[in-house]
């Protein structure tokens, strides 16, 4: 999954127990914003990039200790529900895994 993938970090809760299909994380050395215009041009997948009407907490004591002090201006979010296939999950992953890549091509991530 999302876990697996070298640079990606996922927003909590981790215990699948407590989480829906709605998942939010970051690529690390990435704008959010350009994840979600990546993800739509190379697999035309598309997500939610951004603060998701929650800019307190971006702004807060809280975000910079959750992200050990990196200022992160915003999230992905990907949302999954029963209509969507295994197949398309697989899909998904392995966009994600190409953004990463393209960026790691590009020399934007160290």
């Not at 998701?52 to 979010?77: I, L, M, P, Q, Y």
Request: aromatic fraction near 8%; hydrophobic fraction near 40%; glycine fraction near 10%.
């Amino acid at each position: 999954g999302l876990l697996d993938i070298e640079g990606v970090t996922i927003i909590p809760p981790l215990d699948p127990a407590m989480r829906s299909g709605i998942t939010s994380f970051i690529l690390r050395g990435m704008n959010p914003h350009d994840v979600a215009i990546l993800l739509d041009e190379i697999g035309h997948i598309m997500i939610r990039s951004g603060r998701h009407c929650v800019d307190s907490w971006f702004d807060s004591e809280h975000s910079n200790a959750w992200f050990e002090g990196v200022k992160v201006d915003g999230t992905c979010r990907a949302s999954l529900y029963i209509y969507n296939t295994e197949e398309e999950v697989d899909i998904f992953l392995e966009n994600v895994k190409g953004v990463m890549n393209f960026v790691a091509d590009e020399g934007r991530i160290a």
